[in-house]
């Protein structure tokens, strides 16, 4: 059915066929379907294919409002934006009706005055499933009246008495009628706010201040907390925990391989960039393992979680400085390199916070992480390899040194000095143009250093190793 060809009328609407559902009705019967056909449910979503999304399609089956139990950047606005796809393309609603109110069986006091002398020629128009989302953040200045409704002084002062339905403006979830509203922080909502919503979930209506109004609203309640707010501190009522039919746990990614796929989904991409970038598997691995590392860190508040955005960062980071050093240096490719990681001091210290208050222990803490990240990814692949003709060059007396602001043909003339680096390069670099040859080299120096193979130290901004 094309826009063109959609009915215009109640009357045309009930001859073309049409049978009224309700959102969970519909929303279940589109997942069906795409869950029949093989279709994504939730596409962009990683790391939740057999924990977090199962259990979404057995809420929505269920027609279960939600609510998405997690720590900061899990996904679970992102989730409760999508669920949106799950609607029909279009609904046919009453022209003009601020609740979107079905044609066939209106709810409102306007829209049943106009079935009444209208008829079927109750003009209709078509709502795209787009309109049919509504999503508040909440904060502590939110009222009733902004969510629910309240007397519209206007209407008021234009001559209708204060007993007509007619005078009351309707808040966000009225106006989301037929369509999916979402709350997120739902503890940070006042207990007031909270009471509130008790009709809506149990009973399917609203009640309007002292008004003898009810509108049987047709909405899928979604919201999502922080599980220390919604369990430990109180925050919540306990009559509106139980309303909620189904409390899903997301969860950060729990593999590395995840973690790398969301961050070259999120990460910023900017086309006309003048310098060609590339990335090494390894550097990946390494930004990845610092966050996973740091969610298992007994220094790092984990109520308050590490998210994903911290390896999102990260690498923008560190590629960022790739970059600036090939403009500097006049390099045509940039390659993040070991001597990039302390720049991610910047993107990391403001989204972690420590256990104490010691400012002085965050970077100590983070250079740790960073230790044992490059030491874990290194074992990792060179777990059995052999270093003894790299070692004894250096037992010889021979010295490395390396910098961030450091050409990469400078660095591939060193590494011919040193028996076997080549070969130990070519183990990790998949290209052999310099500036990868050169971040490959740091990564095997560092990697013998953590292992205590090598010694190490800084001399004005260059690192040596002897």
């Given at each position: 059915m094309t826009k063109y060809s959609r009915p215009k009328t109640l009357g045309e609407l009930k001859a073309s066929g049409y049978k009224p559902?309700?959102?969970?009705?519909?929303?279940?019967?589109?997942?069906?379907?795409?869950?029949?056909?093989?279709?994504?449910?939730?596409?962009?979503?990683?790391?939740?294919?057999?924990?977090?999304?199962?259990?979404?399609?057995?809420?929505?089956?269920?027609?279960?409002?939600?609510?998405?139990?997690?720590?900061?950047?899990?996904?679970?606005?992102?989730?409760?934006?999508?669920?949106?796809?799950?609607?029909?393309?279009?609904?046919?609603?009453?022209?003009?009706?601020?609740?979107?109110?079905?044609?066939?069986?209106?709810?409102?006091?306007?829209?049943?005055?106009?079935?009444?002398?209208?008829?079927?020629?109750?003009?209709?128009?078509?709502?795209?499933?787009?309109?049919?989302?509504?999503?508040?953040l909440a904060t502590p200045d939110i009222t009733?009246?902004?969510?629910?409704?309240?007397?519209?002084?206007?209407?008021?002062?234009?001559?209708?008495?204060?007993?007509?339905?007619?005078?009351?403006?309707?808040?966000?979830?009225?106006?989301?009628?037929?369509?999916?509203?979402?709350?997120?922080?739902?503890?940070?909502?006042?207990?007031?706010?909270?009471?509130?919503?008790?009709?809506?979930?149990?009973?399917?209506?609203?009640?309007?201040?002292?008004?003898?109004?009810?509108?049987?609203?047709?909405?899928?309640?979604?919201?999502?907390?922080?599980?220390?707010?919604?369990?430990?501190?109180?925050?919540?009522?306990?009559?509106?925990?139980?309303?909620?039919?189904?409390?899903?746990?997301?969860?950060?990614?729990?593999?590395?391989?995840?973690?790398?796929?969301?961050?070259?989904q999120e990460r910023r991409r900017f086309p006309d960039s003048e310098v060609e970038e590339y990335v090494p598997q390894y550097m990946k691995e390494i930004i990845a393992e610092i966050t996973h590392l740091a969610r298992r860190s007994p220094e790092i508040n984990q109520r308050s979680g590490v998210s994903v955005r911290v390896s999102i960062a990260n690498y923008e980071t560190v590629l960022s400085n790739a970059i600036r050093r090939a403009v500097i240096l006049g390099e045509k490719l940039a390659v993040p390199r070991i001597s990039d990681l302390p720049y991610i001091m910047s993107s990391t210290c403001g989204k972690i916070e420590l256990e104490g208050f010691e400012d002085a222990r965050e970077e100590k803490t983070l250079d740790q992480l960073m230790k044992r990240a490059v030491l874990s990814t290194f074992n990792r692949y060179y777990r059995s390899y052999n270093f003894d003709d790299i070692v004894s060059r250096f037992n010889e007396g021979f010295s490395f040194?390396?910098?961030?602001?450091?050409?990469?043909?400078?660095?591939?003339?060193?590494?011919?000095?040193?028996?076997g680096m080549m070969q130990a390069v070519k183990v990790?670099?998949?290209?052999?143009?310099?500036?990868?040859?050169?971040?490959?080299?740091?990564?095997?120096?560092e990697g013998l250093h953590l292992n205590r193979k090598l010694n190490k130290e800084q001399v004005k901004g260059k690192t040596i190793y002897k």
């Amino acid at each position: 059915m094309t826009k063109y060809s959609r009915p215009k009328t109640l009357g045309e609407l009930k001859a073309s066929g049409y049978k009224p559902q309700t959102v969970r009705e519909e929303m279940r019967r589109n997942l069906i379907a795409m869950i029949r056909e093989g279709k994504p449910i939730f596409p962009g979503i990683i790391g939740y294919d057999e924990t977090v999304i199962p259990q979404i399609e057995n809420a929505i089956i269920s027609g279960q409002d939600i609510i998405f139990l997690g720590e900061r950047g899990q996904a679970k606005s992102r989730i409760m934006r999508l669920m949106v796809n799950l609607l029909d393309e279009v609904i046919p609603y009453v022209k003009g009706c601020e609740i979107n109110d079905e044609p066939t069986a209106p709810i409102c006091k306007r829209c049943r005055d106009k079935l009444v002398k209208e008829g079927d020629s109750l003009e209709i128009d078509w709502l795209p499933r787009e309109e049919r989302y509504g999503e508040k953040l909440a904060t502590p200045d939110i009222t009733v009246a902004d969510l629910i409704g309240d007397i519209d002084p206007i209407k008021v002062a234009e001559g209708r008495y204060l007993s007509d339905e007619l005078t009351i403006h309707y808040g966000l979830i009225p106006r989301t009628n037929r369509g999916i509203f979402c709350i997120n922080e739902l503890p940070d909502l006042s207990e007031k706010l909270q009471v509130s919503l008790f009709n809506l979930m149990e009973e399917g209506d609203i009640q309007i201040r002292g008004y003898r109004v009810r509108l049987p609203l047709d909405i899928l309640l979604v919201a999502s907390a922080n599980p220390e707010d919604y369990t430990s501190r109180g925050r919540i009522i306990t009559p509106l925990k139980d309303r909620y039919g189904a409390q899903i746990r997301t969860h950060y990614p729990t593999t590395i391989e995840d973690e790398i796929a969301i961050v070259e989904q999120e990460r910023r991409r900017f086309p006309d960039s003048e310098v060609e970038e590339y990335v090494p598997q390894y550097m990946k691995e390494i930004i990845a393992e610092i966050t996973h590392l740091a969610r298992r860190s007994p220094e790092i508040n984990q109520r308050s979680g590490v998210s994903v955005r911290v390896s999102i960062a990260n690498y923008e980071t560190v590629l960022s400085n790739a970059i600036r050093r090939a403009v500097i240096l006049g390099e045509k490719l940039a390659v993040p390199r070991i001597s990039d990681l302390p720049y991610i001091m910047s993107s990391t210290c403001g989204k972690i916070e420590l256990e104490g208050f010691e400012d002085a222990r965050e970077e100590k803490t983070l250079d740790q992480l960073m230790k044992r990240a490059v030491l874990s990814t290194f074992n990792r692949y060179y777990r059995s390899y052999n270093f003894d003709d790299i070692v004894s060059r250096f037992n010889e007396g021979f010295s490395f040194e390396t910098s961030d602001t450091m050409a990469a043909e400078k660095y591939l003339r060193q590494a011919k000095g040193i028996g076997g680096m080549m070969q130990a390069v070519k183990v990790v670099a998949e290209s052999e143009r310099p500036e990868v040859m050169a971040s490959a080299v740091e990564f095997i120096l560092e990697g013998l250093h953590l292992n205590r193979k090598l010694n190490k130290e800084q001399v004005k901004g260059k690192t040596i190793y002897k």
